[in-house]
């Protein structure tokens, strides 16, 4: 018998855009031009991409962000009701220009390039309802609407849930709000960006002295590593013919979430979300490309039996 998975919930706080994607040969350079395969418009942003990933899991989530009242906001809405996503329109409605973002895919490898407007209209800490917050078992961050996030974040440690952190890029007041996040999750890249150095222990040692009791460091195709205070674990990336890579960090996190709620180790925890990025990226898309966790089973148990 399949064992039952516990009722988890999981709050979301962050950007949410539509995404223009269009697929290309090649990326072109500067001042050159490619012609677009084909082109769709859907729903991402790096909380509400994790979140569907878990509504698939069967936890159930909701969102915070911010929209516009215009057509975009009302696709960002649909999307949302699709996922079956908890939100509050009265809320994450705004009078301004909901975000948007143009993404570049190559055909032949996934790589991406992206330009984003991700909106003018943080959160604010009292649009937040801090006390539902009691009813979750965790909080999911981008690091965006920091002075909310940071709110947010001291109110679910106080309820005694978790909170993860999804940074993709420098944040304001980041020390600050990493005294209150229990696990970060960010690229490679960043290391360098917040540090100014390429050693990534080194760099997760000084993101973990902030207050993380963990960080996982994406590597790309080449996996991922995972730090605490006193172990270091890497998981090689697992080898598929990518067609779309936009999306692999947010659907890493999600996976990484799941499996911190459900007490797994560290181990476990990392080879669960490169299979799930793995599989997300041979398909196009933030939505239709989110792997089912029988997906994920199935993938890591052929892997074992095949090694």
């Known amino acids: 018998m399949t064992p039952t998975i516990p009722p988890f919930k999981v709050f979301g706080l962050g950007t949410v855009v539509v995404d223009h994607q269009v697929v290309l040969e090649s990326l072109p350079e500067a001042d050159t031009k490619g012609e677009v395969i084909e082109d769709r418009h859907q729903v991402g942003?790096?909380?509400?991409?994790?979140?569907?990933?878990?509504?698939?899991?069967?936890?159930?989530?909701?969102?915070?962000?911010?929209?516009?009242?215009?057509?975009?906001?009302?696709?960002?809405?649909?999307?949302?009701?699709?996922?079956?996503?908890?939100?509050?329109?009265?809320?994450?409605?705004s009078a301004t220009r909901s975000g948007f973002a143009h993404v570049w895919v190559e055909e032949k490898t996934g790589r991406r390039s992206i330009a984003a407007y991700r909106g003018s209209h943080p959160v604010e800490p009292h649009e937040l309802r801090l006390d539902q917050l009691k009813d979750f078992d965790a909080l999911h961050l981008d690091g965006w609407s920091t002075t909310a996030a940071m709110a947010a974040a001291e109110s679910m440690k106080r309820f005694g849930g978790k909170v993860f952190l999804d940074l993709g890029s420098p944040k304001p007041q980041l020390e600050q709000l990493l005294a209150h996040v229990d696990a970060v999750n960010c690229p490679e890249r960043l290391i360098h960006r917040l540090f100014a150095i390429d050693d990534l222990e080194e760099g997760a040692k000084r993101l973990l002295a902030m207050g993380p009791s963990e960080i996982t460091i994406t590597l790309g195709e080449s996996g991922a590593v995972h730090f605490a205070k006193e172990t270091v674990i890497r998981h090689a990336g697992f080898p598929v013919d990518a067609v779309d890579t936009n999306g692999a960090g947010d659907v890493f996190s999600g996976a990484i979430v799941y499996g911190s709620l459900l007490g797994w180790d560290a181990e476990r925890k990392l080879a669960f979300a490169c299979a799930a990025a793995a599989l997300k990226c041979q398909k196009l898309g933030n939505r239709e490309a989110l792997p089912m966790l029988s997906e994920i089973e199935t993938f890591l148990s052929e892997v074992t039996s095949n090694a």
């Open 45 to 93: 942003g790096p909380v509400p991409t994790a979140l569907s990933l878990l509504q698939r899991f069967g936890v159930r989530t909701a969102f915070q962000g911010k929209w516009g009242d215009d057509p975009f906001g009302r696709m960002i809405e649909v999307d949302l009701d699709l996922q079956s996503i908890e939100f509050d329109q009265r809320t994450c409605r």
